[in-house]
């Protein structure tokens, strides 16, 4: 049983770390696009700030897959 534990452990870590990923290329992809006033700018990061995974995968569908970057 301990090992099924841990298995189930490292699977967790890694989706977070694929998470963590997808949330550091969606903030680092607004930080850097010369589309966005400042004032968008400061939204969708501080948005990702602060709602983590869910602002990031709306930036994604909005603004990343819709602009082909």
């Known amino acids: 049983m301990a090992d099924f534990s841990l298995v189930v452990m490292f699977l967790a870590v890694l989706i977070g770390l694929a998470i963590l990923g997808f949330e550091v290329w969606m903030f ?6 010369p589309r966005f ?6 939204l969708w990061c501080l ?5 983590h995974p869910f602002v990031a995968i709306a930036y994604y569908i909005v603004e990343y897959r819709r602009n082909g970057s």
């Not at 680092?28 to 696009?33: E, F, L, N, T």
């Not at 948005?47 to 709602?51: D, E, I, K, R, S």
Request: proline share 0%.
């Open 28 to 33: 680092v992809d607004a930080v850097k696009s």
């Open 37 to 42: 006033t400042d004032g968008q700018r400061l």
């Open 47 to 51: 948005g990702m700030l602060l709602l």
